[in-house]
């Protein structure tokens, strides 16, 4: 993922850090495609309860992740207020909605640490590395974990 | 604009895969035992062109194994070597293996000697003929062109007839009066053209145009054989020449220009003596104490002795008049004339047709506005009727004529994008011998409709799924000849692939002559992979369809060549995802017929606007063979969660589509209720349940697979006219999985994940 | 001088490269796919020098001469051939069709464009 390679080809990296459901999460600046405000997301049938459904991006299909709900947290109510965060995943691209963007930060590789492993918890498997910004952790999203998988698409 | 060889390169690959399915037509019509030489020729032809090709682009190893292919198939071509079907399979093999260093080229990959070189040898042996290892240094410089036409433009262009006047022109010269001559190294040249160098349509003058661009030219005509006029015979050349050139060039590029004539003219060339640098002789050359001016040195043993024109004589000057019509030798002969020739092109079916090449990125983008446009015309439809303007107003006849425009052109557009499914099935010709051969069976592919035209996306995205099941053909649907002998079957099975456009859709069969599904096998394999229980009943089609369940795979052991850990799942899923139905049907003893079928096109359909749940949903139009509003006599409750509908006799299942997609639960009565009824390809249908039916229109089908993936049920994704998406039902996938629950809850059970 | 030149190759690949080359040295190139094509195009065209390829469907390169050979106001016109072999016997057999030269394939476009010059003017 070029999340790695950016972090051994550069001596630092830029995140892109937002809150949801009440805690400081961030993603690699590079899978940004841009940020945009809620809109009406058609539901699909037999989805998650994390896929909100998909929206219309400029002519193409994008899938809206809600954040909080994918990440086991506290969902917000005022779903309107929102934004989206759209990325590119592997190939793919993504919304994901959060409560609001905070801030874009670059924070030197060295500065970066592996989760500690805690299996109990749920939402560790969506980080990817940590990193203290003015006292605040921030969590470094694992977007590929962050996706649900597409078995059918191997082929 | 991008460099012009870089383009040609590029087409020079697209132009290799054409020939490449060339050859394998050939290859195939001399497998079925065509022996004719044009056939032959065809094949010869293709290898030949790429051969062609890749020496101009410098393709080493391509042009190895080609010319070693080429040679082969010219002992075939001269009726040398008469292939049996062995031949044929190694021809095959390298043709298969020609295409791999095409694609390899193409992509800057390299394929090791190793992987061609045990065909190459089989090659030989077969046709013997042995590898000449003299092969010419092929090398090519795509070097800017640039020809300095400064000395000849001065020259006066002399149509029609170049006469002696030309000649003394280039004499610009004086050999006496330069200075540099002293010192100069150089050449004196007799030379004597023969008549065949006038009927060949050589031209002395150029000749000596081109010597002298090779230096200082020196010439002097010698007219003496020229007969009397009245013994002139002015299809004869009586004119020679006298040549020196003075020049620091090396014989060989003397001889050069004398190339195209070698034997068709008296020719001598002795290099001069160094007059007056003595310091410096000729090292290498042989020294012979020729006299400067001696230009009567007899004809080297080489050079063919001109026939004797000296018996002739005249006092016309001259050389052969363009003009003057003639019998030459040569136009006895001509076979055919050019007229009836070219009579008989016109009407050829074989005249090629102008074509233009296009990047398909370009059709893409275009097929993309195109979808756009459509969208726009339905918004502005809509804005139209919103309006509430008149439908036989001007405004809405001309929406309407743009709504026709639209269509036409969205159909042109997607007829730009269709192909002949003919490369396809040449793949799978490939993957029927290759893995025949690797399992030891005897397998003839079979081939209909090639030239059935699907999408090119189509045909892409088909390869995959069909090469699984080409294989597991091979693989488990054949049986061994030892047991088809057993059976009373010949030795050498068969796969049938087969394409056809129905009903609006494209249809592809992959059939095997095996021995057809072992059901028993399949239910046991079935249970032990706890997929189902021993106590289901499943009849015969339901135990077919368990080959498509995930993790499924009849095979005891995994054979090298289908079990890759891909099943028929996946097989089942990309055809899904192209907005196809796979079916299997199977007789036991004489084969299992794949049946596979396709949307025409990716891009567009037509489609049923209906409301359900509070969303919008699409139906494709062409799977829906009514609508109705259902009475209380219509509706018959069957079971306790389920209804029937009645429709002219026969019951047909009532699906509540909002409860299938989990939108909402059941509705407490259908009375009054919209349904679709729903036709499927295995003849069943259905009453899909909605709210409302808003319109019927022409959707741009928008691919869900590539940003989130499958949804049960779901074939993929609209935008309508307000800009929010709506999806397309997969009627056929939704009433598979239904759980026909129309009067209580109940969430619908997912059959594969 | 600027040359008008007619091109017969059944390969488009070769038609794209003696276009590109001819094309570059200012000569005006027509280009056909076979002899018949070339019997064709020649009926509207007055070149100064034909090339043409000898193995071709329909109409090969050695037909293909002799029918330009053996109309009056064709007979004329220089024809290089376009072969891969320098074989004398191809060259012996290129000639008695009528051929006024011949170009070894991969051509290098200055030599193409020498030989044409020396043939044409």
């Known amino acids: 993922m070029t999340d790695t390679e950016k972090q051994t080809d550069t001596s630092s990296i830029e995140l892109l850090s937002f809150r949801v459901g009440g805690q400081d999460y ?21 989805a998650p309860p994390f896929v909100k459904g998909v929206i219309n991006l400029r002519g193409t299909v994008l899938p809206i992740l809600d954040l909080s709900a994918r990440l086991g947290l506290k969902t917000g109510d005022d779903t309107e207020r929102n934004v989206i965060i759209v990325v590119d995943i592997g190939g793919r691209t993504a919304g994901l909605m959060v409560d609001a963007v905070s801030d874009i930060l670059a924070i030197p ?23 203290i910004v003015d006292g605040r952790m921030i969590r470094i999203l694992d977007l590929d974990a962050v996706m649900p998988p597409q078995g059918e698409e191997a082929a | 604009m991008s460099d012009p060889m870089a383009e040609i390169r590029a087409s020079f690959f697209i132009e290799c895969e054409e020939l490449l399915e060339s050859l394998q037509d050939g290859l195939n019509l001399m497998d079925n035992g065509d022996s004719d030489s044009e056939t032959i020729n065809v094949v010869f032809r293709a290898v030949h062109s790429i051969k062609g090709g890749a020496g101009a682009f410098g393709l080493d190893d391509l042009v190895h194994f080609a010319h070693r292919f080429e040679t082969a198939m010219d002992e075939v071509r001269a009726g040398r070597f008469v292939p049996d079907t062995e031949a044929i399979r190694v021809f095959f093999s390298c043709a298969d293996l020609l295409g791999d260093l095409i694609r390899a080229a193409r992509d800057g990959h390299v394929i090791p000697p190793e992987k061609t070189s045990p065909i190459l040898d089989l090659l030989d042996k077969l046709v013997g003929c042995e590898e000449e290892e003299d092969e010419e240094e092929l090398e090519f410089t795509p070097a800017a062109l640039s020809f300095d036409l400064g000395d000849t433009a001065g020259l006066p262009d002399i149509p029609g007839l170049p006469s002696l006047e ?127 001016n001696e230009f009567n040195t007899p004809t080297s043993p080489s050079e063919v002795p001109a026939p004797d024109n000296s018996a002739v004589s005249t006092t016309e000057p001259g050389e052969p008049n363009k003009e003057i019509t003639k019998e030459s030798p040569k136009q006895t002969t001509a076979k055919e004339t050019p007229k009836p020739a070219s009579n008989k092109a016109s009407s050829a079916p074989t005249q090629p047709r102008a074509t233009v090449r296009v990047d398909l990125e370009r059709i893409d983008r275009l097929v993309n506005l195109v979808g756009e446009l459509v969208i726009n015309q339905a918004m502005l439809s ?28 969205q159909e042109s557009v997607m007829m730009i994008r269709a192909q002949p499914i003919k490369s396809l099935f040449q793949r799978m010709g490939r993957i029927v011998r290759e893995s025949s051969s690797s399992v030891g069976k005897e397998v003839r592919l079979h081939t209909a409709g090639e030239n059935t035209e699907v999408d090119k996306t189509v045909i892409e995205r088909l390869a995959d799924p069909l090469t699984h099941m080409i294989r597991n053909a091979v693989d488990h649907g054949l049986e061994t000849p030892e047991k088809r002998e057993a059976a009373g079957k010949p030795r050498e099975g068969r796969v049938t692939m087969t394409a056809q456009h129905r009903s ?16 028993e096998r399949v239910r ?182 590539g940003s989130y993936g499958r949804v049960p049920g779901i074939a993929a994704a609209t935008i309508l006219g307000d800009g929010q998406i709506a999806l397309i039902l997969d009627p056929t996938d939704l009433v598979s999985q239904a759980s026909g629950k129309t009067k209580k809850r109940n969430l619908p059970v997912q059959l594969a994940g | 001088m600027s040359l008008e030149v007619l091109a017969v190759d059944d390969s488009r690949t070769m038609r794209d490269m003696l276009n590109l080359a001819l094309s570059s040295a200012g000569f005006t190139t027509h280009l ?90």
Request: hydrophobic share 40%; glycine share 10%.
């Open chain 1, 26 to 46: 961030s993603v690699d600046i590079m899978s940004v495609r841009e940020i945009r405000g809620a809109a009406k997301a058609t539901s699909l049938p037999h």
């Open chain 2, 382 to 409: 809509q804005s139209v009727t919103e309006a509430g303007i008149a439908p036989n107003s001007p405004v809405s006849t001309g929406l309407e004529e743009f709504l026709q425009l639209t269509r036409d052109i």
């Open chain 3, 32 to 121: 056909a796919e076979d002899g018949i094509h070339g019997l064709e195009v020649l009926e509207g065209i007055e070149p100064d020098v034909i090339i043409t390829d000898i193995n071709m469907p329909r109409m090969d390169g050695f037909g293909f001469m002799d029918a330009v050979r053996s109309e009056d106001k064709w007979s004329r016109i220089p024809i290089l051939v376009l072969t891969t072999e320098s074989a004398d016997e191809l060259k012996s057999k290129a000639r008695a069709a009528g051929a006024t030269g011949w170009i070894v394939k991969p051509f290098d476009p200055t030599k193409l464009v020498k030989a044409l010059q020396m043939v044409a003017g």
């Open chain 2, 166 to 292: 030309g000649v003394p022109d280039l004499a610009e010269t004086d050999l006496d009066s330069d200075p540099k001559l002293v010192a100069a190294k150089g050449f004196d040249i007799t030379f004597k053209p023969e008549t065949a160098l006038y009927t060949s349509g050589n031209e002395p003058l150029y000749l000596l145009r081109a010597l002298r661009d090779l230096g200082d030219l020196e010439v002097e005509c010698l007219t003496s054989q020229i007969p009397a006029l009245d013994a002139l015979d002015p299809d004869l050349g009586h004119l020679s020449w006298k040549l020196r050139i003075i020049t620091e060039e090396p014989i060989e590029s003397v001889r050069e220009v004398f190339e195209f004539v070698d034997g068709l003219c008296t020719l001598d060339i002795t290099p001069l003596a160094t007059p007056v640098d003595f310091s410096a002789p000729d090292d290498d050359g042989p020294s012979i104490a020729d006299l400067p």
């Open chain 2, 524 to 705: 046991e394999k079935a249970i032990e992979k706890g997929l189902i229980t021993a106590e289901m009943q499943l009849n015969d089609a339901d135990i077919d369809g368990l080959l498509f369940m995930p993790g499924f795979s009849t095979a005891s052991e995994i054979s090298n060549l289908s079990g890759r850990g891909v099943g028929m799942d996946v097989v089942k899923s990309s055809i899904q995802s192209l907005g196809g139905r796979i079916t299997i049907t199977s007789v036991e003893g004489e084969g299992t017929t794949f049946s596979i079928s396709l949307p025409l096109t990716l891009a567009v359909l037509d489609g049923m606007v209906v409301r359900v749940g509070g969303e919008t949903l699409v139906v494709p139009l062409n799977a829906i063979l009514e609508t109705l509003t259902l009475t209380d006599d219509d509706l018959k409750a069957l079971g306790p969660e389920t209804h029937v509908v009645q429709i002219r006799g026969g019951f047909i299942p009532l699906l509540d589509l909002g409860a299938e997609l989990g939108y909402r639960p059941p509705q407490d009565s259908y009375v009054g209720g919209i349904v679709l009824l729903i036709g499927q390809e295995d003849g069943n249908r259905a009453a899909l349940a909605v709210d409302a039916i808003e319109d019927q229109r022409q959707v741009v089908i928008k691919g869900l697979e």
């Open chain 1, 109 to 131: 590789t060295e500065e970066m640490q592996a989760p500690p492993d805690l299996a109990a918890d749920h939402a560790q498997t969506f980080v990817s590395s940590l990193t």
């Open chain 2, 504 to 519: 609006g859709r494209i249809l592809i069969e992959i059939a095997d002559d095996g021995a057809g599904i072992n059901r």
